[in-house]
Structure formats: structure tokens, C-alpha cells
């Protein structure tokens, strides 16, 4: 079945880039999605990439995919305490099953 | 306006009870979905349901049942609740299989 492995814990400074990596196994056309979840709360969606864009840019995230590694990775520029939080990677295959698989997750610490 | 709510909040109960928890989504969405979330963080498939209709049922004991009474409503019913259920479990929804998911709040289940 699909796999979909990230890091878990990644530490950073105030105002530093953050970079999350996540990786996939599924090979067809696939949705792939970036959850954050802060503590005592759901996951709540950041942003999404099909398998066929490269890129996605939304204010300070950043979205990069190379499907040839099946290497997805986010990207938060000037990184603050509030962004401090558990990342969750998701893969939804488009054809087929549609089973939602989720990365263990990236635990984001961010120090003053 | 709260977009997909959940019902109880916290939930402790002895082993062997049964319990049922709701989730209700005022988004119009056609699919909804439980997962369940252990102490580790790691979020896993259980169910889903497109248009009331289960269309997803990942590995699970026999113990739980979903119900969805309609589009908008999503129930989780345990039976013999046992010990290794304990875990937090979030409803979602989305407007088609493939597409971005709205977590629920999150319903922490305690079995001593």
C-alpha cells in the first residue's frame, strides 16, 4: 500500500526558513496536501499540489515536488512562534481507492 | 459558525462499555470521514462515507460501526470498548473523495 514517511521533529530560530520534507510512495496521479495541527485541535489544511505542478507559492509557503524522487517539501519563510505546531503530510490518490494516507507527522519548534 | 463539529469533546468510560460519538458538517460536503489519532500522533483511515454510502472501511474491528443518517452527519458507535482503543478520533469532510479535508475538533476517547 502507500507510504508516505516524514521527519519527526525539525528545530528553528524566529524569523529563520523552515523546510518539512515528506515522501510518497503512490505513483499514479496523486493530490498531495500539507495539514498543520496545533495542540488539543484538529488538523487544519495549509495547502495542496497535485502531482503534475512542480511548484506552489502561497504567501510564506512554499510548495516544492519532485515527482521523479517522490519528494515533496514545505517550505515557511520567516518562520515565527505561532508557526511552532505538528505538520502533517497527506497523499489522496486520484484513480482507484482514494484512501487518504498520512505522514507521522513534523513536530515544528520554533525558538525565540 | 462552527464548519464540521464533534460530539463529545472527551469521552471516558470503562472497558467493555459502549459509546457512540457524532459528527455533524454544515459545509454541503458529500464525503465524510473518521480517523483515528494515537498517542504517538499518527493518524490513520477508518472510515468513509460518500453521499451515505460507506465507500472506504480500512482494517478495523467489527466493534466500530458508521452510521450516516444523511449527507451532513456522521456517527462512530464502539461496542466492548477495550483498552487499546484510547486514542483521539476526528471527523472530516470534503467536497469530493480527492479533494481537501475540514477536521473536526477531535473527541478524546479514554478507556480505563
Known amino acids: 500500500g502507500e507510504d508516505v514517511e516524514q521527519s519527526l521533529f525539525l528545530s528553528v530560530r524566529e524569523g529563520d526558513s523552515s523546510v518539512i520534507n515528506c515522501t510518497y510512495t503512490?505513483?499514479?496521479?496523486?493530490?498531495l496536501y500539507w495539514y498543520k495541527q496545533e495542540p488539543g485541535a484538529g488538523l487544519q489544511l495549509l495547502t495542496y499540489i497535485f502531482s503534475n505542478m512542480d511548484m506552489k507559492q502561497d504567501q510564506r509557503l512554499t510548495v516544492l515536488l519532485n515527482k521523479k524522487d517522490k519528494h515533496l517539501s514545505l517550505r515557511i519563510a520567516d518562520t515565527q512562534t505561532g508557526d511552532s505546531a505538528i505538520y502533517f503530510c497527506?497523499?489522496?490518490?486520484?484513480?482507484?481507492?482514494?484512501?487518504?494516507?498520512f505522514g507521522r507527522g513534523t513536530s515544528l519548534i520554533v525558538h525565540p | 459558525d462552527t464548519a464540521v463539529s464533534q460530539t463529545p469533546k472527551y469521552l471516558v468510560t470503562q472497558m467493555g462499555n459502549d459509546k457512540s460519538i457524532k459528527c455533524e458538517q454544515n459545509l454541503g460536503h458529500d464525503t465524510m470521514y473518521w480517523y483515528k489519532q494515537d498517542s504517538k500522533k499518527f493518524l490513520k483511515i477508518m472510515f468513509s462515507?460518500?453521499?451515505?454510502?460507506?465507500?472506504i472501511n480500512e482494517t478495523v474491528p467489527n466493534r466500530f460501526s458508521p452510521k450516516s443518517p444523511d449527507k451532513a452527519h456522521l456517527n462512530l458507535h464502539i461496542n466492548s470498548l477495550e483498552l487499546g482503543d484510547s486514542a483521539v478520533y476526528f471527523c472530516a469532510s470534503s467536497p469530493s473523495r480527492a479533494a481537501e479535508q475540514f477536521f473536526g475538533p477531535g473527541t478524546r476517547l479514554t478507556v480505563l
Open positions: 497527506a497523499e489522496i490518490p486520484s484513480g482507484g481507492s482514494y484512501i487518504p494516507t
Open positions: 462515507y460518500n453521499n451515505k454510502e460507506l465507500i
Open positions: 503512490d505513483s499514479s496521479s496523486t493530490y
